[in-house]
């Protein structure tokens, strides 16, 4: 838990290719801008991103099944974000405060997308679920 939550001055980030699981708090308002995440990983957890202003792009592989709760949470910085087929569940404010995001792309088969996932998500004009495009009027 929070490998390197708080590490202000960590402004890149090479993840190892064996990496199973990306825990609580683990890069909780570190500044990096963007992310490959390893296709090793099956979970992200609870507040993994919460409060990294500065992330702009991150690559979700299709090995992840689970997206927790805060996960990127105030990722205000955050402008499109994939989730990839193989996820199931979208945690209880998974994007909320995601201020400039403009589009998600939703490619899985959602079992469950718990509450105020969306929220205060207030330039979000495309979402794109299982290939049916929903524009904001």
């Known amino acids: 838990n929070e490998a390197f939550s708080l590490c202000s001055s960590l402004t890149s980030i090479s993840l190892p290719p064996n990496l199973e699981h990306l825990d609580v708090n683990a890069f909780n308002g570190c500044i990096f801008s963007e992310l490959v995440i390893p296709d090793t990983v099956t979970r992200i957890g609870k507040r993994c991103f919460y409060k990294s202003h500065s992330l702009t792009s991150i690559i979700i ?4 099944k689970d997206i927790e709760d805060h996960v990127f949470n105030d990722c205000n ?17 998974c994007f909320y405060e995601c201020y400039g995001l403009i589009t998600v792309d939703i490619q899985a088969q959602l079992t469950s997308i718990k509450s105020k996932c969306f929220t205060l998500t207030n330039h979000l004009v495309m979402l794109y679920l299982n290939t049916k495009t929903l524009r904001k009027s």
């Open 61 to 64: 592989p299709t090995t992840v």
């Open 77 to 93: 910085q955050l402008e499109r974000i994939i989730i990839p087929s193989s996820v199931t569940s979208l945690g209880k404010r």
